[in-house]
């Protein structure tokens, strides 16, 4: 029947393991290609498309799954920078502080805290203790007190995790390698073409076995059921003659939800094409205005262009 192409399959679908399969081998190709096309094309950010299935149901085709996996890394690199690149701007202020010396002082018996005051506030005096402001700015005051407990009007701040130095070397790395990954992605822009027709091709795989995992079973009878163009009705009595199908036709029953087909005279096709952008496809049952809708369209998008001159 597909190679036919004479039926109009009329279906309430419903999942099956196949078609999960199927429609997640379209969405992998199609994840596939966005992610070369927006590397290639320097828009990096639009990497940031999620997958279409988990890692173990992932397209077996190894192009498809290399890419998504180059993906995938590109994403986790990239929210590791962002993450990375707010804890350096959290813990700028206090500078390249030592949280390693910091904590040796502490094991000591000298306990080390960083604090933020408000800006403009007195500091308190904390006798035999030291404390260092080491920056101020308009949001406060930072500094760091060692060998006291932190006084009334400053607030406690968490120690950063490594020096300000080894944060920023951390992020340079990371940019390094989230650049390399773009650039690893760039480099299967000369794979588009397969990738695509591969596209084209699982739209068309997911379309069948759809159709056939949704067959209904009577007995030992499965049927499947949709609109025929009546022109082609015999090509499809004689093809059923030939297989041996079970073949029953009949004319659309009123309220069913009937495709129609426009075949306008050539010179007026483009027609067919601003009424797929309009959504105002004429039903059925009603009458087609594709040539007088076309006519008039043509004079009145002349004339906003005249009146615009």
């Not at 994840?31 to 320097?42: L, M």
């Not at 390249?96 to 408000?118: M, Q, W, Y």
């Not at 308009?138 to 120690?159: D, R």
């Not at 091709?201 to 030992?220: D, F, K």
């Amino acid at each position: 029947l597909a190679g036919l192409g004479v039926l109009h399959v009329e279906l309430r679908l419903t999942d099956t393991e196949a078609i999960v399969a199927a429609r997640a081998a379209v969405e992998e190709t199609q994840r596939a290609i966005v992610a070369v096309q927006a590397a290639a094309g320097g828009d990096w950010r639009q990497l940031s498309i999620k997958a279409a299935a988990s890692r173990e149901s992932r397209d077996r085709d190894l192009l498809v799954r290399g890419i998504n996996d180059l993906a995938d890394r590109y994403v986790a690199l990239r929210e590791e920078t962002r993450a990375l690149a707010a804890e350096i701007r959290r813990f700028e202020p206090w500078g390249d502080f030592d949280p390693a010396a910091a904590a040796r002082l502490t094991a000591a018996g000298r306990e080390v805290t960083l604090f933020k005051a408000a800006p403009g506030a007195p500091l308190p005096d904390v006798g035999d203790a030291w404390l260092q402001v080491l920056s101020r700015d308009k949001a406060g005051v930072y500094g760091a007190l060692v060998g006291a407990p932190l006084p009334e009007g400053l607030a406690p701040m968490p120690m950063p995790p490594k020096r300000l130095a080894a944060m920023q070397a951390d992020l340079a790395a990371q940019l390094e390698a989230t650049r390399r990954t773009a650039e690893a992605l760039a480099s299967y822009e000369k794979d588009l073409p397969a990738l695509q027709a591969k596209f084209r091709r699982g739209g068309e795989v997911w379309e069948y076995v759809a159709v056939a995992e949704n067959m209904t079973v009577e007995g030992p009878v499965a049927y499947i059921t949709g609109f025929c163009d009546a022109r082609k009705t015999a090509e499809l009595q004689a093809e059923a003659s030939r297989r041996g199908w079970g073949l029953a036709l009949r004319d659309p029953e009123p309220g069913e939800d009937v495709p129609t087909l426009l075949e306008p005279p050539r010179i007026f096709r483009p027609v067919t094409s601003l009424f797929a952008s309009l959504g105002i496809m004429p039903g059925y049952t009603e009458a087609d205005v594709s040539v007088p809708f076309y006519i008039f369209f043509t004079i009145f998008f002349a004339m906003l262009i005249g009146d615009a001159g």
